[in-house]
DNA sequence: AGGCATCCATGACAGATGTCATGGGTGTCC
DNA sequence: GGACACCCATGACATCTGTCATGGATGCCT
């Protein structure tokens, strides 16, 4: 029998998904959370076996969650369940030690058999976001500039965004120079644009 | 026994959904659709009496077919159920004759027992949901500005914009203005951030 | 008919932004 | 030690943007 924990902030979709878990004779949901720290707690009292986790979460998210949950309960293996497959957040769950990455959009039966595949130690990543992920490559940007342009996301003017990551305002203008340029953009919110469709900020 | 048409574009929701609507006695799951198009077929062929829509799907989002459905079927009452609540869709949605509207973290009974109600005549927004969109109030803007300022969501320099909408570069920058204005924005991509998060564009 | 809001356009000006050259400081790799 | 990438900053310049004044066209309401 697998142990999974489910967390998932939609209530609805969390009950949905562990009525029809525990539908499945090897599985059992022994816990369910709505939050990434609810999720964390439940993990330590519980140990689950596999723990499936929603992406976007009120608190930490889903690949937050199981970073930790990998250096405290190493025993666990975590998947990823998400709405929407941006690029960048696959390789961040990957880097994390996720060993399963699937959209929402899937089929219960896969569902079900990702939880098997990565209870044994295997890994198991969409086929379209895998693509989508490599089509997308690595990200261009350095750090800071990375830093920058997400700090330009809001749209807001330079001066502010200088003060936010304390910088002087020439500077961040020739980090977003810098950015824009290497995204191939015609303006830093094209930049922000393109940077957040690739996952790179 | 009510019958339900369900439309989702996530598998593993909608499935999920089903199943747990069909547990309930007096609630029964005649059609699932995973696009806008594939659902208005489907309410056309099973005549359901109540159409559950999610709000965004890959073609018609969940309100179009809201409003289509209104109309070529009366008698089927339409409800909506969505992940992000952004204050505008509220108000779109009850223009369009949808008579639930609910966020996916409500619980499994409140689902139901909205499904129940819309059946019978009645009407059930979400209480925070309606807080909000109240909050939000109406959008200062004239349609033509939320047109333009909409062309400029992607962070496009004005020429591009212009071309779009096919308007001069100057009257497209009088509009931005005066929609950054009314929105008390510190240009046209903060205005377009507060206009998406209320929902005016 | 007159008032009013909206739509579209132009011209002009100040300020914000994008770009480039330049330079100093740091750390890493060979 | 030298090459290199990155970090941070400044100054200068051309362009883009935001704002305002102005004006004509349309349609709606009273």
């Known amino acids: 029998m697998i ?42 009292a519980h140990r689950p076996d596999v723990a499936v986790l929603d992406l976007q979460m009120p608190d930490l998210d889903g690949i937050e969650v199981a970073e930790r949950l990998g250096r405290e309960l190493p025993g666990c293996a975590c998947m990823i369940v998400t709405s929407h497959g941006r690029p960048g957040y696959l390789k961040r769950a990957l880097e994390s030690g996720v060993r399963g990455f699937l959209p929402k959009t899937t089929t219960a039966s896969t569902l079900a058999q990702v939880v098997r595949t990565v209870h044994t130690g295997g890994r198991h990543v969409d086929p379209e976001l895998a693509a989508e992920a490599i089509a997308a490559g690595d990200s261009p940007l350095t750090p800071r500039e990375a830093d920058v342009l997400e700090a330009a996301g809001s749209g807001a003017p330079v001066g502010e ?5 304390h910088l002087s305002p020439g500077t961040v203008r020739n980090y977003l120079s810098s950015a824009t340029a290497k995204l191939g953009a015609a303006n830093r919110h094209e930049a922000v644009s393109t940077a957040r469709r690739m996952g790179w900020i």
Chains 1, 2 share one sequence.
């Open 3 to 44: 142990r999974v924990l489910l967390a998932d902030d939609e209530n609805l979709i969390r009950g949905a998904l562990a009525q029809m878990l525990d539908l499945e004779d090897d599985l059992e949901v022994v816990a369910q959370a709505a939050t990434g720290a609810a999720a964390l707690a439940a993990a330590r």
């Open 161 to 165: 965004i200088a003060a936010r990551v």
